[in-house]
């Protein structure tokens, strides 16, 4: 059963970037497509990446379009999410998650593997 452990999290000046990482241990994440979460105070929890096992597609939510870049290394068996541009109401817990291979959707329900969640705090 695979696990999963995110990292890179921490505070960070508006305009400011971050790169989050997603681990995988137990097996392989590769078989599996990823997608990145958030969950701010008193939210429901957001889908804004995700991308496929199958070909390496990706799809991002308009929040984060364009300011977010997600990509996974094969040989490390990782997937990072490199954020730049952040702003305040970026601001949440940050989940990575693995999914059914060619799965390409940031719909929550649909994943059924989390990591454990990361801080990402946006604040001048």
């Known amino acids: 059963q695979v696990q999963l452990v995110e990292s890179g999290g921490g505070l960070v000046q508006p305009g400011g970037s971050l790169r989050l990482s997603c681990a995988a241990s137990?097996?392989?994440?590769?078989?599996?497509?990823i997608g990145w979460f958030r969950q701010a105070p008193g939210k429901e929890r957001e889908g804004i990446a995700c991308?496929?096992?199958?070909?390496?597609?990706?799809y991002y939510a308009p929040s984060v379009r364009g300011r977010f870049t997600l990509s996974r290394d094969y040989t490390k068996n990782t997937a990072s999410l490199q954020m730049d541009g952040l702003k305040a109401e970026d601001t949440a817990v940050y989940y990575c998650?693995?999914?059914?291979?060619?799965?390409?959707?940031?719909?929550?329900?649909?994943?059924?593997?989390w990591g454990q969640g990361i801080q990402v705090s946006v604040s001048s």
């Open positions: 998650a693995a999914g059914p291979p060619r799965l390409l959707s940031i719909q929550p329900n649909y994943y059924d593997k």
């Open positions: 137990g097996g392989s994440s590769n078989d599996y497509s």
């Open positions: 991308i496929s096992s199958h070909d390496g597609a990706t």
